[in-house]
């Protein structure tokens, strides 16, 4: 919560700078455990004087025939704190008005932020919220002191109660303070020295490099962990590292994962390995320079060891059943009310991946692969490990499959099923691994909008646009899988579940806005990947109304990127857009074309020529889209551009005689069919030269 806190405090108060027209730097944000900050270099200190004219009744109503202000006059004066003798006549557009010149004198930078700091920091919101003392006040922690600072000068400032002074906090037992602060450039300075280090990356670094040197001195190198490092960074103050060493048994008996799993998630603790594997050794950040005594370093080891053995004591019950075992437990595990227990959605699941490996035609061993690793995907569930190591779900089905000698496709893919990005499968067993997830998250995703559980806001419990990004993910790593036929899928499978089908029928309404989400992610991925704009992902999006093949999707964008920075593209834009208005309004007059309606009637040289560039430039471009060379299939389709253009130089479309005028319809129509195959031309914004 640290970093996204400063990050809203620094937008909390230059909000408050920025609409009081106060110029200052960039802000730095700086934090710890105990302290939020943001330091604002080339702060304007005041405001600077105004003179504004401000205008009231009209004159004839604001003076009476004697030129004596009326009650109207005086009104306007009293309100702005003038006197009616101080009223002058402006002459506007709209004839004579009395005015006033009011003047702003300058307002130094800590009567500014007084008005609404308090409301803007107090407004904060954090993961978790604390309330103190009475309840009266919420915030991330109770707030003990607060320093604001211009220069040298205390800014008038309040918080929860607490009045600005220029007295910070230093480390709690090595010197807590108060300290200081004789200016706000040398707030760091003073901390430093009083064993406080504020900025993050500083403290990053500097714990960093302590782990380092621990490592080394137990024989190893640190196992480099960058989201474990962030976290122990911001919850010490003066980083310092220590190592400890536990029983070399516990290296030979655990498996490597629930023994780093042990150490990361329950002492904050990094492993430590050298080039044969991991070493009986760790390292932790602390918050004190040194040890004398042990006390620390004992501690940490103490605490470890008594994890290890609770680790241990549950990988060797866990391993007297077999997974496949756990399978009828699921059944007293809600997954969620309305779509039933976790193994309602495993049957599902087992049936989604049966259907989904037929239909990918892959050979009999992988679809029994995938069938096996969807029956024990989340069989772990039951286990002791998982119960104490939550974390660990998926890893301790892959060790347990792994045990039991599973082929290392199913243990792949049981590894990798509950990661959102990372997958450490390789060839066919990357495969199977992708198949299993994209068909569970699509199961999710199937069923939580049919009850209802769709996104908004800020609101994911069961974190679906996670689900969604990454089934959207994995499916451009699977060349032409169509996602709305595995949506079809998964309807199919709540149809056949006596207790699925009310959800079934939910689902068939909720599918155009799972099918609008989905595209969503996409666009999303699109546009990190490749820089894909709107109109572009509009443009292919149109096109792709019945299926969903994120590779063809993105194999047209990319094309269509090429394609757009060509000469011809203005132009063949131009004229598929000027054809669709000509087809649009022919239609709304009750003459709809018809392709291929014109037959031979099309008699002049350039109808002729047209005609026959469709033809040619229909058969190229249907040749490289079958092998999706879209960038080939638009420069194909640009080559109509003089044919086209001769056309509408030289034919009238709509001429009086109805016979050539539905054949003409006829014609502009098999070329707006063709122009816009690959992608929707009228999506486009065209930026004119």
Known sequence: MLPSGAR???????????????????????????????????????????????????????????????????????????????????????????????????????????????????????????????????????????????????????????????????????????????????????????????????????????????????????????????????????????AGSFEAAFVAELPEPVLRTCLKHHQKAFSVRDERGVLPAFAVGVNMPDDPQGHIQRGHEWVVSGRLHDALFFWNEDRKRALADRLEELDGILFQHELGTVAAKTRRLIGLVDRLGAERELAAELREALTRAARLSRCDLTTGLVGEFPELQGVVGSLLAHEEGSPNTVVAALRDFHAAEECSAVGDAARVSRLLRIADRLDTLVGCFAVGLVPSGSKDPFALRRAATTAVRLALEEPALDLLRVIDSALDTYRRDPDGRSVAERADEARPTLV???????????????????????????????????????????????????????????????????????????????????????????????????????????????????AASLAELARLRPTIDRFFDEVLVMDEDATVRRARLSLIAEFDQLANSIVDLSELVVERK
């Open 8 to 242: 809203d405090l620094a937008r909390a108060v230059t909000e408050v700078l920025d609409r009081a027209g106060l110029t200052h730097g960039e802000p730095e944000l700086l934090w710890g455990p105990r302290r939020l900050a943001v330091r604002l270099p080339q702060t304007q200190t005041a405001t600077r004087p105004t003179e504004t004219l401000v205008t009231g009744p009209p004159a004839a109503a604001a003076w009476d025939g004697e030129g004596q202000p009326t009650r109207a006059a005086s009104g306007f004066a009293a309100k702005h704190g003038a006197s009616p003798q101080q009223l002058l006549r402006h002459e506007t557009e709209r004839g004579v008005y009395a005015a006033l010149r009011l003047e702003q004198p300058a307002r130094p930078l800590g009567d500014v932020l007084s008005e609404s700091f308090e409301r803007a920091v107090a407004g904060l919101t954090f993961g978790k919220m604390m309330r103190w003392g009475d309840g009266e006040h919420t915030f991330v922690r109770p707030v003990h002191w607060l320093v604001a600072l211009a220069d040298r000068e205390v800014l008038g400032l309040s918080l929860f109660g607490i009045a600005a002074d220029r007295w910070t906090r230093g480390h709690r037992v090595l010197f807590p303070g108060p300290h200081a602060v004789p200016s706000a450039n040398v707030w760091e300075d003073v901390l430093e020295g009083a064993c406080v280090t504020a900025d993050p990356q500083k403290r990053r670094e500097r714990l960093s490099g302590s782990l380092q040197g621990e490592a080394q001195r137990r024989g190893g190198r640190l196992v480099e962990d960058a989201q474990l490092l962030d976290e122990v960074a911001d919850i010490l103050e003066w980083p310092a590292a220590r």
């Open 516 to 630: 609008t989400f989905l595209f969503e992610r996409f666009s999303v991925i699109a546009e990190r990947r490749i820089g894909a704009r709107y109109d572009e992902i509009a443009a292919v999006r149109s096109r792709a109304s019945r299926r969903m093949l994120p590779t063809d999707l993105m194999n047209r964008l990319q094309g269509m990127q090429g394609f757009r920075s060509s000469d011809d593209f203005l132009a063949l834009a131009a004229a598929s857009k000027r054809v669709r208005n000509i087809l649009l309004q022919a239609a709304e007059r009750g003459e709809p074309a018809r392709i291929g309606e014109h037959g031979d009637q099309l008699t002049l040289a350039a109808e002729r020529a047209l005609g026959e560039s469709i033809r040619s430039a229909g058969e190229r471009v249907q040749a490289a889209t079958s092998q999706g060379k879209y």
